[in-house]
């Protein structure tokens, strides 16, 4: 694993999280916010895994 699949599985992780936490405190912006931190650990994730399948390959 490289620094960014590292960095976007936490930056997903804390979005399931405060996802989460919105739903529970029914707090629609926390939740929206949620949202958007998890989607952004996944492109985060998908460009580190990215760059770990060309280097595999090279």
């Not at 999280?17 to 958007?36: C, P, Q, R, T, Y």
């Amino acid at each position: 694993m490289n620094k960014e699949q590292v960095k976007g599985r936490v930056e997903e992780t804390k979005g399931k999280v405060k996802e989460a936490v919105g739903v529970v405190l029914d707090n629609e912006s926390m939740e929206e916010e949620g949202k958007l931190q998890k989607n952004i650990g996944k492109v985060k994730s998908g460009l580190g895994d990215l760059k770990e399948d060309l280097k595999n390959s090279i």
